[in-house]
C-alpha cells in the first residue's frame, strides 16, 4: 500500500519558469491538501479538495492552481514561479474532514526558485 | 500573538529522562488538537490526538488546559528514536472542517 505519493523529490526553478507537482493516493479517501513548510514555520494550507471535482482556496492559494478529476489524484500548478515559493511542499489526504482523522502525508517536494 | 505558539527549543534531555513540552492557542472555540511528529527532512505524522480528559498511548502523555488554552505533551523514559520535531496542531477558525492550524514545532535531541 504506497500511501500518498509526490513527485518529484526535488526541483530546481528558475524565476518565471512553471511547473506541476504531483500528488496522488491509493486510500480512496476523499479529502487531499497542499501544504507548504517555509523553515521556522508552522504548515500552511494552500489548497484543498473534498473530493473529485471540488477544490476550494486555503490560507496561502496566490501563485497556485490545483485540480481534481479523480479521487486519487490532486496535482498543484506553480504558474510564473517567484523565490517567494522557495519551500517544501506536502501533499495529504484524509479519509474524513481534517478535524476528525489523521493526515496521511506524502514524503515532499523540495522546491528552490532561484 | 500567533494562532499557536510552541518553544523552538532545542530541548536537550539525556536519554530515560522525562520531557514535557507546552503549546499554547488563541482560538478559545478550538474543538480538536494533534500532535504531529516531524523527523529531520521527512514528513509530519500523527503521534496522537489530544482529548479533553487527557490521553495516554505507552510513554507518551497528552493533556488540554482549556481555562488557559494550552496543550502539552508528556514523554516518559525517553529514548534516542523519540529525537525529532513536535508539532501542535489545533482546528481553526471559519470553515474549520478543512483549516488546521500549525505550530512551527519544537526540537527535542535526546542524548545518550
Known amino acids: 500500500n504506497a500511501g500518498v505519493t509526490q513527485t518529484p523529490k526535488f526541483r530546481i526553478l528558475k524565476i518565471g519558469q512553471s511547473m506541476t507537482l504531483q500528488c496522488t493516493q491509493d486510500m480512496n479517501h476523499n479529502y487531499m491538501y497542499w501544504y507548504r513548510q517555509d523553515p521556522g514555520m508552522g504548515l500552511k494550507l494552500i489548497y484543498y479538495s473534498v473530493g473529485a471535482g471540488i477544490t476550494d482556496k486555503g490560507e496561502v492559494p496566490n501563485g497556485y492552481n490545483v485540480s481534481r478529476s479523480t479521487t486519487e489524484d490532486f496535482p498543484l500548478r506553480l504558474e510564473l514561479a517567484a523565490p517567494s515559493q522557495t519551500s517544501v511542499y506536502f501533499c495529504?489526504?484524509?479519509?474524513?474532514?481534517?478535524?476528525?482523522?489523521?493526515?496521511?502525508f506524502g514524503n515532499g517536494t523540495r522546491l528552490t526558485v532561484t | 500573538r500567533k494562532e499557536v505558539e510552541q518553544d523552538p527549543g532545542p530541548f536537550n534531555v539525556p536519554e530515560g529522562a522525562t520531557v514535557a513540552f507546552n503549546c499554547t492557542y488563541s482560538n478559545s472555540a478550538s474543538q480538536s488538537f494533534f500532535w504531529y511528529r516531524q523527523d529531520c527532512r521527512k514528513e509530519p505524522k500523527l503521534l496522537m490526538s489530544?482529548?479533553?480528559?487527557?490521553n495516554e498511548d505507552g510513554r507518551f502523555t497528552a493533556q488540554l488546559n482549556r481555562a488557559s488554552q494550552y496543550i502539552s505533551l508528556l514523554i516518559r523514559d525517553s529514548k534516542l528514536s523519540d529525537s525529532a520535531t513536535y508539532l501542535c496542531v489545533v482546528n481553526g477558525l471559519g470553515d474549520s472542517n478543512y483549516q488546521l492550524i500549525w505550530g512551527a514545532g519544537t526540537k527535542l535531541i535526546i542524548k545518550p
Open positions: 495529504a489526504s484524509s479519509p474524513l474532514p481534517i478535524r476528525d482523522s489523521p493526515l496521511h
Open positions: 489530544v482529548y479533553s480528559s487527557g
